[in-house]
């Protein structure tokens, strides 16, 4: 875990009791990592707007659906198994009840079905690679949804043999396409999730340099 300690950047040590008080006193949220904190940077607007759409559909599928389960956007935490790692998501869904994450305490959850993320510049590196490892830790995790806001891409991360830990990755880059979520039964569909987005020329730009 060298690479994500390298992601939490304060030198203090925080005690969970004063990494609490500090996200109340201020307002600002940080990740948790055995007492090391990690700034959580602020979105653009397409960035809030995809999650937004993401969230929408989700939940009127699951009103629609009558199923058990709900869907949380970015406030919650969610909180790994030994009570000493705090992680933000900007989506995700738990079903049944939620299981609290701290005793005495209603901001956290630990049974997340599905989790997703919107990559930005500055955090795409450590969503989809460790900190997808520390959401592995979750053993109620069955889907992890990638989306890319500068250009149509989603990635999905779908547990198939929770005993050996292994992982089916599927790709969806066409507006046309339906993102299949077997934790759910649902087919979400790209231009849904995009609705609203408008890809422009320093997007295209972005997508060569990435291929390249």
């Known amino acids: 875990m060298y690479l994500v300690l390298n992601q939490f950047l304060s030198h203090k040590s925080y005690s969970l009791e004063e990494y609490f008080a500090l996200e109340e006193k201020t307002g600002m949220r940080h990740e948790y990592y055995n007492g090391k904190l990690r700034p959580m940077s602020g979105g653009s ?19 629609a659906e009558e199923k058990d389960c709900t ?3 970015s406030d919650a935490k ?12 900007d989506g995700m869904v738990y079903c049944g009840q939620p299981a609290q ?48 806001q500068s250009y149509c891409y989603v990635e999905v991360r779908t547990l198939v043999d929770t005993e050996r830990n292994l992982w ?10 339906s993102v299949k979520l077997d934790s759910l039964g649902i087919e979400l569909p790209m231009q849904k999730i995009y609705n609203r987005i408008k890809f422009d020329e320093s997007d295209d730009t972005e997508l060569a340099e990435t291929e390249n």
Not at 45 to 56: D, G, K
Not at 78 to 89: E, Q
């Open 168 to 177: 089916k990755f599927s790709y969806y880059e066409s507006m046309n396409d």
């Open 45 to 63: 607007l397409r960035h809030s707007q995809i999650a937004v759409n993401l969230y929408a559909y989700l939940y009127n599928f699951i009103e």
């Open 101 to 148: 994450g701290m005793p005495n305490r209603n901001d956290s959850i630990s049974n997340p079905q599905l989790i997703f993320e919107v990559l930005s510049p500055s955090t795409e590196s450590y969503d989809l690679g460790d900190k997808f490892k520390l959401y592995q830790e979750l053993k109620s995790l069955r889907e992890y949804v990638i989306v890319r």
């Open 71 to 73: 869907v949380l956007n």
């Open 78 to 89: 969610i909180v790994l198994p030994g009570l000493r790692k705090f992680l933000y998501a």
